[in-house]
């Protein structure tokens, strides 16, 4: 995880939108993912960004990607109870024959909504 | 009716034990995978398997072996288990290559507990 950083934590009130930020270091990322893990639980894909894109809006979900930055964020807009879990912020390197299943994972950003 | 199932859910053992962790996909993938997280949620790639064939192993101690009967099934066997191999590890799956898509199919993950 030491190529992509992530805040470890975040609280948000029920209802309010969540920010949760990613900085990576491959300037050749293809994809960018946000992965979600609930408690218990395996990682489940929530999103993905090609690298020539600056944003992808689906239903609550915002991904903004600063290529030039290299920055990621994922926005959830109108915060539940249910999206308290771990966020997990991947990057996957240029498409090679290397690069099956490569993706190289962020520590995490616990989200905790309170009602 | 799980996708990707891993067997057992939770191992403690004493160090120097030897122990397997096996999984199945019923996804029809063709690639699986072993990831490891440690205690600080950091999840890093061990193997990938692309029928049966090894693709990725990341400097993996000779300890671990990974064995694909075949394309459905993954299993990790560690030898002479050490306090340092204590963490969740995950089984997951995607069709061809990752990078494409993005979309690993995680299992539930084994806690191994080595006292």
């Known amino acids: 995880g030491e190529d992509v950083e992530q805040s470890l934590f975040l609280s948000v009130r029920e209802g309010d939108s969540s920010v949760i930020n990613c900085t990576y270091t491959?300037?050749?990322?293809?994809?960018l993912y946000w992965y979600k893990q609930e408690p218990g639980a395996g990682l489940q894909l929530l999103t993905y960004?090609?690298?020539?894109?600056d944003m992808k809006q689906d239903q609550r979900l915002t991904v903004l990607l600063n290529k030039k930055d290299k920055h990621l964020s994922l926005r959830i807009a109108d915060t539940q109870t249910g999206d308290s879990a771990i966020y997990f912020c991947a990057e996957s390197p240029t498409l090679t024959t290397d690069s099956w299943g490569k993706l190289q994972f962020g520590a995490g950003t616990q989200v905790v909504v309170t009602p | 009716d799980t996708a990707v199932s891993q067997t057992p859910k939770y191992l403690v053992t004493q160090m120097g034990n030897d122990k397997s962790i096996k999984c199945e996909q019923n996804l029809g993938h063709d690639t699986m995978y072993w990831y490891k997280q440690d205690s600080k949620k950091f999840l890093k790639i061990m193997f990938s398997?692309?029928?049966?064939?090894?693709?990725i192993n990341e400097t993996v101690p000779n300890r671990f072996s990974p064995k694909s009967p075949d394309k459905a099934h993954l299993n990790l066997h560690i030898n002479s288990l050490e306090l340092g191999d204590s963490a969740v590890y995950f089984c997951?799956?995607?069709?061809?290559?990752?990078?494409?898509?993005?979309?690993?199919?995680f299992g539930e993950g084994s806690r191994l507990t080595v006292l």
């Open positions: 491959d300037s050749s990322s293809t994809y």
């Open positions: 960004i090609f690298s020539n894109m």
């Open positions: 398997y692309n029928n049966k064939e090894l693709i």
């Open positions: 997951a799956s995607s069709q061809g290559r990752i990078a494409n898509t993005g979309e690993l199919f």
